[in-house]
């Protein structure tokens, strides 16, 4: 069995992830998640082509090509794999789609977003996709930032703060990018087929505590821009940046304006600083982009 420290939590698990930061050795009932083996019940394998998922208070459960997996009080996520699926894969759903599944369940937000650190404060990057969030990401940790999570971050409210806890020291990066970066591809973990990415080892400085959100930033692509448009958001606007980038927005449709998923997002909305970032489809502003971010954070 192995034992991790992730988002802020004590992990036991039957399965080995590389990418994890390795903990203290400890029980099952000792643990804050287990990810175990075990068979899934039949009567939601029998339903697997009239629904894939199901999100409910104590129990949820999510089918996809690779497998079946369950999630209970949010503490327990029981996994099959399918026959012939690869392992690897099966690794990269639990971490995502189970853990966030888990963290609702607790009333914690499991942000689509990278996650960095600045002078003691957490910095959250999120964006659609094409936005620019990698690139983003890649020139503020080369402008002094420290990373704690791609992809997705934990959030939550802890004496009247939005509190960011981090994930696991590796970047998400496509192909072209590690191209450009000269880096060895049998040395990375390869994490994606369909988008074709790699999980990159971060050599700075990586803390496993939890930081006050300092700022949330939000990148968008404008097709009529031909320059940088930046703005803080307020108001309602900001529940709409919270509940649009939830990691599990697009499986919880509707239900995110649910009051148990709604309610929280509004919560932690309130308590951060957010700010749109809407670059040009054409020219490369990641320049102007980084030191808006940090302009921008340092005088929070």
Request: some cysteine.
């Amino acid at each position: 069995m192995y034992s991790y420290v992730l988002y802020g939590k004590k992990l036991y698990s039957d399965l080995f992830f590389p990418q994890l930061v390795k903990g203290q050795e400890i029980k099952e009932e000792e643990a804050d998640i287990v990810i175990l083996s075990d068979i899934i019940p039949q009567e939601i394998k029998d339903g697997e082509n009239e629904r894939q998922w199901f999100f409910g208070k104590d129990f949820s459960w999510l089918i996809n090509k690779t497998c079946w997996f369950t999630v209970k009080d949010g503490k327990h996520i029981t996994y099959e794999l399918k026959p012939g699926m690869r392992e690897d894969y099966l690794k990269i759903y639990l971490l995502g789609y189970g853990l966030s599944m888990a963290f609702l369940q607790r009333g914690e937000m499991a942000i689509h977003c990278s996650a960095l650190c600045k002078d003691g404060k957490a910095v959250l990057v999120a964006g659609e996709s094409g936005s620019g969030k990698s690139t983003t990401t890649t020139a503020l940790l080369e402008a002094g930032f420290s990373l704690m999570a791609d992809d997705m971050a934990l959030v939550r409210l802890e004496d009247g703060k939005a509190v960011c806890y981090p994930a696991f020291p590796y970047q998400k990066l496509c192909r072209d990018v590690v191209e450009q970066q000269n880096l060895d591809m049998d040395e990375l973990i390869y994490i994606d087929e369909d988008k074709d990415k790699f999980l990159v080892p971060y050599k700075g400085e990586f803390d496993l505590t939890g930081k006050e959100v300092a700022a949330f930033f939000y990148l968008s692509c404008l097709r009529n821009a031909s320059e940088l448009v930046t703005e803080e958001v307020t108001g309602m606007n900001k529940f709409h940046v919270c509940v649009n980038n939830l990691f599990l927005r697009n499986l919880l449709r509707d239900e995110k304006y649910s009051p148990a998923v709604g309610g929280k997002c509004l919560e932690l909305a309130s308590k951060m600083n957010m700010y749109l970032i809407g670059r040009p489809l054409e020219g490369d502003t990641v320049q102007e982009r980084t030191e808006y971010i940090v302009k921008t954070v340092q005088n929070v």
